[in-house]
């Protein structure tokens, strides 16, 4: 198995561009002002290579993929 | 150098020096709708970026182009030293020295961007500021020292670039509300928002986001 990566938002970096939504909408939901919600805590494999290219796009370098901790997923 | 092909490089000057100008137009235009988070709809803001990313750098090989060819021609006498630094050209040292002050300041707003992830977001951006100052540069390093510009078109297409960026200035600037309509997902009647399918749509452009301004307050520069 591979390294399992989970996505991690800047709250406070993040303006609200909504890039992210818009490159990976299987990953990121937007709230109503604009502002970026994981779906999930885990990055699915099949996904990594969308989560790379949302990170990249962040125009406010907010969005950052981390090695998942355990318990994998992290629910607010 | 012979007269034919250094004719060759003084057309090709002055055509990449004409085709930078829009090119340039563009990424100005394009930048300023980055900012002001143009798209969302049809086009998505994401790519109104990536375009604006890739003419960027078209216009950049279009600049390098119209340098070289300076350099290489005899005619004129700008060495390659010229291309960098400025007041260093023989030929009207400091016409040509504006078309180095803004080659320069480009080379960092171009270099920046390409290593963005790896530098601070607040040091790309005062870098990205420099654009500003750079495009009135190149326009007046062209007014200047440009062959073409005694003619009408060449002086209706420097008007007509220099209006398209300072309307999209003054947009961005007077007109525009900060921050720019968000892209929302709607939110489902009954469930609460997190747990909503999102439907990405676009927000009404000016009543919310000046509520928005207040209801969230956030860091916004």
């Given at each position: 198995?591979?390294?399992?990566?989970?996505?991690?938002?800047?709250?406070?970096?993040?303006?609200?561009?909504?890039?992210?939504?818009?490159?990976?909408?299987?990953?990121?939901?937007?709230?109503?002002?604009?502002?970026?919600?994981?779906?999930?805590?885990?990055?699915?494999?099949?996904?990594?290579?969308?989560?790379?290219?949302?990170?990249?796009?962040?125009?406010?370098?907010?969005?950052?993929?981390?090695?998942?901790?355990?318990?994998?997923?992290r629910r607010r | 150098m012979t007269a034919v092909s250094s004719s060759i490089l003084w057309y090709t000057t002055r055509a990449s020096g004409i085709v930078s100008l829009l090119l340039l137009t563009a990424v100005m235009v394009g930048g300023i709708m980055t900012a002001t988070r143009v798209g969302g709809g049809t086009v998505p803001r994401f790519a109104v970026a990536e375009v604006h990313r890739r003419i960027s750098l078209i216009a950049m090989i279009f600049i390098i182009l119209h340098i070289a060819t300076t350099i290489v021609d005899s005619y004129v006498n700008v060495g390659?030293?010229?291309?960098?630094?400025?007041?260093?050209?023989?030929?009207?040292?400091?016409?040509?020295?504006?078309?180095?002050?803004?080659f320069d300041l480009m080379l960092a707003i171009t270099v920046t961007s390409l290593i963005k992830q790896r530098i601070s977001h607040s040091l790309w951006r005062t870098i990205h500021w420099a654009s500003y100052l750079a495009f009135p540069i190149a326009v007046i390093h062209e007014i200047l020292i440009g062959t073409d510009f005694?003619?009408?078109?060449?002086?209706?297409?420097?008007?007509?670039?220099?209006?398209?960026?300072?309307?999209?200035?003054?947009?961005?600037?007077?007109?525009?509300?900060?921050?720019?309509?968000?892209?929302?997902?709607?939110?489902?009647?009954?469930?609460?928002?997190?747990?909503?399918?999102?439907?990405?749509?676009?927000?009404?452009?000016?009543?919310?986001?000046?509520?928005?301004?207040?209801?969230k307050p956030k860091g916004t520069s």
């Amino acid at each position: 198995m591979a390294v399992k990566l989970e996505l991690r938002i800047d709250p406070v970096a993040c303006d609200g561009y909504g890039h992210c939504a818009e490159v990976a909408p299987e990953l990121f939901s937007l709230d109503e002002w604009g502002y970026p919600i994981l779906r999930s805590g885990q990055v699915p494999t099949a996904l990594v290579a969308v989560a790379k290219l949302a990170v990249k796009q962040c125009p406010r370098k907010a969005l950052s993929l981390a090695t998942a901790v355990d318990p994998p997923a992290r629910r607010r | 150098m012979t007269a034919v092909s250094s004719s060759i490089l003084w057309y090709t000057t002055r055509a990449s020096g004409i085709v930078s100008l829009l090119l340039l137009t563009a990424v100005m235009v394009g930048g300023i709708m980055t900012a002001t988070r143009v798209g969302g709809g049809t086009v998505p803001r994401f790519a109104v970026a990536e375009v604006h990313r890739r003419i960027s750098l078209i216009a950049m090989i279009f600049i390098i182009l119209h340098i070289a060819t300076t350099i290489v021609d005899s005619y004129v006498n700008v060495g390659i030293v010229s291309a960098l630094i400025p007041f260093t050209s023989q030929y009207k040292p400091i016409k040509v020295a504006l078309g180095t002050v803004a080659f320069d300041l480009m080379l960092a707003i171009t270099v920046t961007s390409l290593i963005k992830q790896r530098i601070s977001h607040s040091l790309w951006r005062t870098i990205h500021w420099a654009s500003y100052l750079a495009f009135p540069i190149a326009v007046i390093h062209e007014i200047l020292i440009g062959t073409d510009f005694r003619f009408a078109w060449m002086i209706l297409l420097t008007a007509g670039c220099v209006s398209a960026v300072g309307l999209a200035l003054a947009w961005r600037f007077w007109a525009h509300p900060r921050p720019g309509g968000a892209l929302t997902a709607v939110p489902s009647r009954t469930a609460p928002p997190k747990r909503s399918k999102a439907i990405v749509t676009r927000a009404p452009a000016a009543g919310p986001s000046r509520r928005r301004g207040s209801s969230k307050p956030k860091g916004t520069s």
